[in-house]
């Protein structure tokens, strides 16, 4: 029975929930919560490592008691803590959380004094203005509850990427090993690459006698058939991703793969082109008149409109088509091109392995270099580094690097740039490093004209590299902060800075658009993995399709460049 690690952080996230409403330890809840995020940015699965005998507790923030829950929760499918809670409150009470403006302070009030225990009941309560007499909530935070609702009830909810991920690649398996399947994709917009999915497309060549459509919908982790005929079914996982499946034959499998990766308005331009070319292109094929002339592949789709294959990254209707009539389209940036990383905790701060450890994995990675790049003092919460263990931290890479072979450490830092825009260590120790990462994790409501000038400020700074996760944004929850991303790009390039593409599943920052204008503006960007523990260089991947995704190719991005080319690049000529 297949429990992902998306599955296992949603009982987590849950408990913390639960446990949040009933005043719980904050100490508790937050090592749930930790354990939710881990579990869902790591890029194996919990299941596969218990069946092949591995400790969880290797794993960052999972302790003896974690790995007991993950044990029985992917053992028994069920978590008695999490029985033990919803007999304690009621099921649906997280859901209130989902509003915005109720935290789990607000909701315990509502459930103890209202008895509010659904959205629906939430609604009412507050159409019937019992909410404003509670005490601390009054008139004005009930229309916001209102409000909200209402807004909450027109949101579909979409999955990040890297979530969505677990689900599509055991689906894919599943259905490959289905007798009479002959080829499986996931398509739409995670085949595109998006940063989040609204539901998955598969399409699956398979004989007519195939029983994939019963097998589909027989999945374990369906809850819900919304519909299934003889070629197409639609379900619901249980996690709440919806899955849709097409089933077509071998030979109209380019046509409906092309289809079904979309976009809509992509798909919508390439078959205006065909009509004026008197040609028809559907799911089934491009026709003449009533004969096929392709369809197999989705290169013969293209081809039958006079271009060449588009890769899905591109396929948003921002050009590629044109370039593609030019014959001019990008090679994209691939994962393999990459031949190091430059943004690598270790557990100096808040990462979890050792220096060498990290080297290991980077090395086994395929990379030739890393920079370690911890954070400075100013993260207090995350341990950040002061001069003096910057300092120590500098010597123990010289001496690995005299050690290590195949694999070159930077000593480098992820400092913090402070409101003003100035940088949290002095000069003179930031002059004895490879390069400096700068990153804003502080004052993200700062006005537009304010924000840009203390990035700009921060990247006039002689010794400053490269900009971490340049617009700040986190996926679904937090916007960016207001800059001039065109005014920092242009910073960049006059300064001989670089800017990050950060390849966390939270974050994905550079957005796809903004890679776009770097690389039009000339500035290189490096995909980073971020890296915290030696599981995250996979996540690279999302930060390639990112990369893709804003047409980057392998000479505009710093680190497909090798070691030496490297370092020229970043050891900066002072002005
Ligand atoms: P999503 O699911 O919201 O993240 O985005 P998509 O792009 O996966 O969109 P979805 O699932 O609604 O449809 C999958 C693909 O099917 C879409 O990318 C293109 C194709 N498609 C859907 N509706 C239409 C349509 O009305 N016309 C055309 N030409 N293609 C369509
Ligand atoms: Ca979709
Ligand atoms: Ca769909």
Redesign the pocket.
Known sequence: MPKHNADIAAVFEEIADLLEIQGANPFRIRAYRNAARILSELSQEVSRMLEKGEDLTELPGIGDDLAGKIKEIVSSGHCSLLDRLHAELPPAITELLKIPGLGPKRVKALYHDLDVQTIEQLHRAARDGRIRELPGFGEKTESNILQAIEVHANQAQ?FKLAVAAQYAEALEKFLAAIPGVARVTV????R?M?E????L?IVAAASVSSPVVQRFTSYDEVTEILSAGSTRASVILKCGLQV?LRVVKEECYGAALH??????AH??AI?RMAQQSGLKINEYGVFRNDTRIAGETEGSVYAAVGLSYIPPELRENRGEIAVAKAGRLPRLVEQSDLRGDLHVHTKATDGHNSLREMAQAGLANGFEYLAITEHSRRLAFAHGLDPLRLARQCDEIDQLNAELKGITLLKSIEVDILEDGSLDLPDSVLARLDMVVGAVHSNFNLSRAKQTQRILRAMQHPYFTLLAHPSGRLIQRRAPYDADMLQIIREAKNRGCFLELNAHPERLDLLDTQCQMAKEEGVLISINSDAHSVYDFANLRFGVGQARRGWLEKYDVLNTRPLKELRRLISRTMS
């Open positions: 979409r398509a739409g917009s995670y595109r998006r989040t999915v609204g539901d497309d849709d289809y079904f990766t979309g976009s809509k798909n919508i078959r």
